[in-house]
């Protein structure tokens, strides 16, 4: 019973163009959602993050949206540069400030930027 | 800085032996977890420790335990392995206070059962 679902396995994007990652979420009692890139052979590397209370956040070229309602979320990458070719693995907690929290992710999606 | 380092990088094992992973965080990180991560999978979460207390367990069984030392490292144990305790083992730091806000994971233990 996955909790947090990223449903498209890959995605392939020009150059330039704007990436757009998926990820839904099942438990209402999450309230923090965090992206991570991952390249073969390294662990996870933190992207970027989003609370609750906001709908957007912003990092550069990074932007993540949430969408409570629809239990939805997404990562935008604009413009996408080959680089950015990773594994992007879609995470959720609950409570941040309690230290015995744990991070569920989902099965990751697959980004392929070619120039 | 050094970052959240784990050794060894890879590992092979027989089935039925046991297994430590150690993990160093990030200096001034006092929480530490741990992640499984199977192909093709997310990481799954297994312990998060917080000032040498266990603090958080996912769901796996009792042949996993760990601990965390009074510098804050950390070593993952595994008792009797089965073949499907074949996985990348994630370490993961944090700030005391904010749990799991911007985690920042090692480069992992490729753990191989034969």
């Known amino acids: 019973d996955q909790q947090v679902k990223q449903n498209s396995p890959s995605l392939s994007v020009q150059e330039g163009r704007i990436s757009i990652l998926n990820c839904d979420y099942t438990n209402s009692m999450f309230d923090y959602f965090l992206w991570y890139k991952k390249y073969p052979a390294e662990g996870p590397t933190f992207l970027i993050s989003?609370?609750?209370?906001?709908d957007k956040n912003e990092d550069g070229r990074f932007t993540v949206f949430l969408n409570k309602s629809a239990k939805h979320l997404s990562l935008h990458i604009v413009p996408s540069q080959p680089g950015d070719s990773a594994v992007y693995f879609c995470?959720?907690?609950?409570?941040?400030?309690?230290?015995?929290?744990?991070?569920?992710f989902g099965k990751g999606t697959t980004l392929s930027v070619s120039s | 800085d050094a970052g959240v380092t784990q050794s060894p990088t890879h590992l092979i094992k027989t089935r039925g032996q046991q297994v430590t992973l150690r993990c160093s965080p990030i200096?001034?990180?006092?929480?530490v977890s741990w992640y499984q991560q199977v192909l093709g999978q997310g990481p799954q979460f297994i312990f998060q420790y917080y000032e040498k207390e266990e603090r958080g367990r996912g769901n796996f069984p009792d042949r996993f335990s760990a601990r965390q030392f009074p510098n804050y490292s950390s070593e993952l144990n595994v008792n009797a392995l089965l073949l499907g305790d074949s996985a990348l083992y994630l370490c993961a730091s944090s700030v005391a206070g904010t749990g799991v806000t911007e985690a920042f994971f090692g480069q992992g233990t490729r753990l191989t059962v034969v």
């Open positions: 200096s001034g990180h006092k929480s």
């Open positions: 995470a959720a907690s609950n409570l941040p400030n309690q230290a015995g929290t744990a991070l569920i």
């Open positions: 989003i609370s609750s209370i906001k």
